[in-house]
């Protein structure tokens, strides 16, 4: 079987077998000049209900963006214009219109049954494991009521630490909260280009991506689309996520008709990005992502060969410089410190010191650690359970 054969087949397979479904659309797919599209959202409706089926064996949870085009949309229907382009701008913007997403969708989700329901989240509400598993379980029960749960960031009240940043990031987080098996990113580009598009004309769609963590995504990525928050590398970024979960990813141009079920049906369309080899644990995704880095922790060479190479764990001795200011269980991140400075970035991890800590003891040995923080100390800065390598961060 050749290497396009055998993707096609393992396509095939996935979108056959797949039962639960995240399907994220943006701002850049929903709108147009006045708004928010009904004709676009009317369409969505019509391939959601058919990617459920008549039986609905195939559940879904939606991310819908374009609360805040919403708003503006609401407020010029008064007359008024607003400039949605700080941060309480923005959220005042979604609060206006998060009603009215949600009405829209209602709408047009109505003539085929599907009840919706909406769900907003901060990353706080993924981050501690409690919430995280109530979530889980409220998600579980809608579905079991073949309800359509539509997510969004709850923007109002999130503050920047507590941001996902776009819902690209809060859809791959969800693939693992749901414990989704296939992940399709409607966006306004055809597909993933195999080179920037804005510097090559010429720049042809990957039908195919075997392995989204070898791309470089700051060549093949020219920045974010005008409407919404993301664009191409934030999508790869949750491509790659999910993929480390062994959860396929499909890129569609949204706007599209019927593209959806023309993916379904088999159409080559868009791009497909393959599931890692080896899937990483649930948990491991968890600990990685549930928030940003702290701050960083600069190897040496033998730390980060130790690490990558061996499966060892990180120890003080390797560390050479400690970035940021953080406290003991705080999620940092991992770089190689070559001969001639910064290197590359390795993983993240949760680490067993604070940032005061760490720079007292990085570089020596056990033995030295204990002449200074005594003997009540971690032999590890992070242990290999707690670590996960090349991390989509």
Known sequence: MSRTEEWREERRRCLERA??????????????ADGLSDNVMSGLAR?????RGVDGARKAVLVSSGAVAAGRRALARHGRTCETQGLAARQAAAALGQGQLMR???????????????????????RARTR???????????????????????????????????????????????????????????GVFASNPDADADAEILSCIDDVSRLDLGRLCGGKTSVGTGGMYSKLLA??????????????PGRQEDVICRALAGEDVGT?????????????????????????????????????????????????????????????????????????????????????????????????????????????????????LDAAV
């Open 19 to 32: 039962r639960l479904v995240v399907v994220k659309v943006g701002s850049a797919v929903l709108t147009d």
């Open 47 to 51: 391939q959601l209900a058919t990617l």
């Open 104 to 126: 829209l969708w209602d709408k047009v989700l109505r003539p085929y049954g599907i009840p919706v329901a909406q769900v907003l989240l901060t990353r706080d509400d993924l």
């Open 132 to 190: 995280f598993l109530n979530a889980r379980n409220t998600f579980a029960e809608l579905l079991s009521w073949d309800a359509l749960p539509i997510v969004n960031e709850n923007d109002t009240v999130s503050v920047q630490e507590l941001k996902f940043g776009d819902n690209d990031c809060l859809a791959s987080l969800l693939v693992n909260l749901v414990g989704a098996d296939l992940y399709i990113n409607l966006t306004s580009a055809p």
């Open 239 to 252: 491509a790659r996520r999910a993929s480390q979960l062994g959860v396929p990813t499909l890129i569609l």
């Open 272 to 388: 497909w990005v393959r599931p890692a080899e080896h899937a990483i644990s649930r948990r491991k995704f968890w600990l990685a992502y549930q928030s940003d880095p702290a701050g960083t922790l600069w190897v040496d060479e033998g730390a980060a060969e130790a690490l990558s190479g061996k499966g060892g764990s990180l120890l003080p001795g390797g560390v050479r410089r400690v970035d940021g200011t953080f406290q003991k269980g705080a999620l940092v991140r991992i770089a190689r410190l070559g001969c001639d400075g910064p290197q590359s970035s390795l993983g993240v991890g949760l680490t067993n010191y604070a940032a005061g800590e760490l720079r007292k003891i990085m570089g020596l040995r056990r033995h030295e650690v204990a002449a200074i923080l005594g003997d009540a100390h971690y032999p590890e800065v992070i242990h290999r359970d707690n670590l996960l």
